[in-house]
């Protein structure tokens, strides 16, 4: 009978042990507000042998902005990508693991959207946007480019802006707009581009991040 006993508790001890390593691992982008579905990508473009290729690699994106006042949301990512190995499955890593020294062998993209939704019919109001990207000593950035829309091909809301800095800021008016799902041809979040660069040295990397309103 003790054995038993004992072996119960081992069960119960395998199991709260389990569920605490599962939610250390939880992405942060999981435990958004219920109503107010999130995601976030990111990817770089490099050429090689002439050809231009992209990688997309899951990441864990950490969040910067979180806010919610009635119908009004705030919601920012930021990532960080270390370019020293287009190759390496680390390639795009999340930013809260790095430090300092890992910071200047690449760049760190942000970008924050606050918007208002009507969740009863499903549509959006964007009011700004803003982020930016933070080279490392050995990089700079240039061709930045920002997207916040929500559109399906030519129908829908686009907002396009070539930012000439490493910060941008926008206020925006959109109007309500329906939620278009994520396709090859539709969007609804903030997309950013960026060109990066190594001082002294040719070539160049693309890094794209995107944050998806889903519906």
Known sequence: MKKFVKF????????????????NDVNA??????????????????????????YDIPV????????????????GYE????????????MIVPFDSQDGSIYQAGVRAYGTINYDRNVS???IKFNSTYGGWEP??????TDRKIILRSDFGTVGYSFVKYPNSDYFYYSVNSG????????????A???????????????QQTIHLKILIEQ
């Open 176 to 187: 309500w707009i329906p939620i278009y799902p994520s396709s090859t041809w539709s969007s």
């Open 136 to 141: 490392g000593n050995m990089y700079y950035v």
């Open 79 to 90: 990532c960080f990508f270390d370019l020293t190995n287009l190759l390496s499955e680390n």
């Open 121 to 123: 019919n499903g549509t």
């Open 60 to 75: 864990k994106l950490n969040i910067i902005s979180n806010e919610r006042v009635e119908n009004n949301y705030s919601i």
């Open 29 to 54: 982008a999981d435990i958004l507000i219920s109503d107010n579905t999130i995601k976030a990508e990111a990817s770089v473009y490099s050429e090689y042998n002439g050809k231009i290729q992209k």
């Open 8 to 23: 119960g508790y081992l069960v119960l001890f395998f199991y709260f042990l389990t569920i605490i390593s599962y939610s």
């Open 189 to 203: 979040g903030l997309d950013t581009f960026a060109d990066v660069h190594v001082y002294g040295m040719g070539g």
